[in-house]
């Protein structure tokens, strides 16, 4: 059976706290990343807001963060539009089944 690689988007709060700790879910997420388990989707947005909140709050760790997006290559996703960000989510609508099994 052929391996299918699942694409995860991912939000600035879960690269520095992945980057941060070794240990938890955003470390975790980031630990398939580099495994090639899952494939990190992030937009130019979140790299410019991580790139900042790295410089400003981890100075210490502004190389390791760039190198790691570097070779880790993330697919880049075009930065959502006003009209899109006002927008209710997807899973927000009445169709949509449930995430989790009802009991």
């Given amino acids: 059976m052929p391996f299918r690689e699942f694409r995860v988007f ?10 941060a ?33 790295v410089t400003a709050k981890l100075p210490r760790m502004v190389e390791r963060f760039r190198a790691f997006l570097q070779r880790l290559a993330p697919e880049l996703e075009e930065d959502p539009s006003p009209e899109e960000i006002k927008q209710p989510p997807y899973w927000s609508t009445p169709r949509t089944p449930p995430f989790w099994p009802q009991p």
Avoid at 23 to 51: H, M, N, P
Wanted: hydrophobic residues 55%.
């Fill in 10 to 19: 991912v939000d600035t709060s879960v690269l520095i706290a992945g980057l």
């Fill in 21 to 53: 700790s070794v240990t938890g879910a955003s470390a975790t997420v980031l630990d398939l990343a580099e495994a090639g388990v899952i494939k990190l989707v992030i937009s130019r947005q979140v790299v410019i807001e991580a790139d900042r909140n």
